[in-house]
């Protein structure tokens, strides 16, 4: 199967592009007009994104951490995208007080994690 030999690939770019959305938000909503609804809250078709890109996230992670060399990997990626979902989830509802940044760590994690396995544990040869 396809996703399974490019598993860590769909997860960089997935997780990439989660990024530049949670970077483009505050721009892309302070560059227009301030009215009482954009300027408090981005709209619900953009905050659904987020929970786009925890789906596609989270079959990559699945994929990518079911043959490893390296037995902490899996439980780290799933540590990481937890807090991910926390932090998406604590935005949508604000439960918590918490810098809008603390979402970025996470997600660099989440990255980091599948370059790391892509690169050095992934026991499948010719896996690319």
């Known amino acids: 199967m396809i996703l399974k030999l490019k598993a860590d690939k769909l997860g960089i770019v997935s997780s990439g592009l989660c990024l530049v959305h949670c970077l483009a938000t505050p721009f892309l909503f302070l560059a227009k007009t301030c009215s009482a609804t954009t300027c408090s809250h981005a709209p619900v078709w953009w905050q659904s994104i987020d929970y786009l890109f925890l789906i596609v996230s989270f079959v990559a992670i699945k994929q990518a951490t ?14 990481a995208w937890s807090i991910l979902l926390l932090a998406i989830v604590n935005e949508t509802f604000e439960i918590v007080l918490v810098s809008e940044l603390f979402i970025y760590i996470p997600a660099f994690v989440i990255i980091g994690l599948h370059f790391y396995n892509h690169k050095c544990c992934n026991i499948q040869k010719g896996v690319s």
Do not use: D
């Open 66 to 79: 079911k043959k490893v060399t390296k037995n902490w990997l899996p439980n780290v990626f799933w540590i």
